[in-house]
């Protein structure tokens, strides 16, 4: 079974369009977020959600706009795509109070705007 | 800003050869300091230090911080065509637990 996964896998879509990204975790953690990693390989921080809660939430533009139905699940939702969102986009979780913090990334959703 | 600089970006040598991976960091209310693999596709941990001068080891791969000077090290020995990835280091605060990734080394094994 995947701890953590993500749909779709890929996306290509055009400049203006709506998207959403999905990822749930069966770990049965508590702490799930969004990493976007650019094409030199940097991984930054957008969203963190604990309990369905929003903990973090970096300068990202309004447009990005999470979603957490319940903790094992925490979704993307992107309006108006540009061309520098194309990114791979990585969801991830963990659970808190852990000694050893590891977080549980997904196979990542490259995201491709024309 | 938290901020993490990984050097050098890029390196490549031969296989058996021993490598040694740098990040700094300043950070506001540091924590610790994590290092992940990424290969093709999701990083992949491989240590978490918190106190200085302590080293984690597994396998040929080790990796020691030091608090003082603000940096952490990851070495490994005999390397391997698999080793060939990107090495991330993270710093971890307290509070919002937030993970503040480095730059990245992309370490290439020659066989």
């Known amino acids: 079974d995947t701890a953590v996964s993500q749909t779709p896998k890929y996306l290509v879509t055009q400049m203006g369009n709506d998207k959403s990204i999905k990822c749930e975790q069966n770990?049965?953690?508590?702490?799930m977020y969004w990493y976007k990693q650019d094409s030199k390989k940097f991984l930054k921080i957008m969203f963190s959600?604990?309990?369905?809660?929003?903990?973090i939430n970096e300068t990202v533009p309004n447009r990005f706009s999470p979603k957490s139905p319940d903790k094992a699940h925490l979704n993307l939702h992107i309006n108006s795509l540009e061309l520098g969102d194309s990114a791979v986009y990585f969801c991830?979780?963990?659970?808190?109070?852990?000694?050893?913090?590891?977080?549980?990334f997904g196979p990542g959703t490259r995201l491709t705007v024309t | 800003e938290d901020k993490v600089v990984q050097s050098p970006l890029s390196l490549v040598v031969h296989e058996g050869d021993t490598v040694t991976l740098n990040c700094s960091y300043e950070?506001?209310?540091?924590?610790?300091l994590l290092w992940y693999k990424q290969e093709k596709k999701a990083p992949t941990f491989l240590f978490m230090l918190?106190?200085?001068?302590i080293e984690k080891k597994s396998g040929r791969l080790s990796s020691i911080l030091d608090k003082k000077e603000l940096f952490s090290i990851l070495n490994i020995t005999a390397t391997q065509t698999g080793d060939s990835a990107v090495y991330l280091c993270?710093?971890?605060?307290?509070?919002?637990?937030?993970?503040?990734f480095g730059t990245g080394t992309r370490l290439t094994i020659i066989p």
């Open positions: 991830a979780s963990r659970q808190t109070g852990q000694v050893n913090y590891e977080q549980y």
């Open positions: 950070v506001t209310n540091f924590r610790s």
């Open positions: 993270a710093s971890l605060n307290f509070g919002n637990e937030k993970l503040t």
């Open positions: 770990l049965g953690h508590d702490t």
């Open positions: 918190t106190s200085s001068g």
């Open positions: 959600y604990n309990n369905k809660e929003l903990i």
